[in-house]
Nanobody, 122 residues
């Protein structure tokens, strides 16, 4: 099994920054990649960004490209999401997920964290 724990959410004003963390534990050698997803009230969950477990490949949604940066600490088995120039429409519960099989970086995730709330005020 793989366990994922997110941290770093909170309340920030528009234009501000936050950094989310996703710490992976357990059978981390199963992991092919980690992604961040978000779900706003009344909306479907959407893909935000993903990184391969080696850290060599990334994929960003158009809505966050240029503002968000994903990175990975290979020693700590932790994936970070640096979010800059935040907008009110970025408000959502952000969840990280791990993928244990090859495939598109935007889907196919098996393990999920509990989620962390990000609220951007205008």
């Amino acid at each position: 099994q793989v366990q994922l724990v997110e941290s770093g959410g909170g309340l920030v004003q528009a234009g501000g920054s936050l950094r989310l963390s996703c710490a992976a534990s357990g059978r981390t050698w199963w992991i092919y990649g980690v992604g961040w997803f978000r779900q706003a009230p009344g909306k479907e969950r959407e893909f935000v960004v993903a990184i391969s477990w080696s850290g060599g490949s990334t994929s960003y949604s158009d809505s966050v490209k240029g503002r968000f940066t994903i990175s990975k600490d290979n020693v700590k088995n932790t994936v970070y999401l640096q979010m800059n120039s935040l907008k009110p429409e970025d408000t959502a519960v952000y969840s990280c997920a791990a993928r244990t099989s090859l495939g598109p970086m935007t889907r196919g995730y098996d393990y999920w964290g509990q989620g962390t709330q990000v609220t951007v005020s205008s």
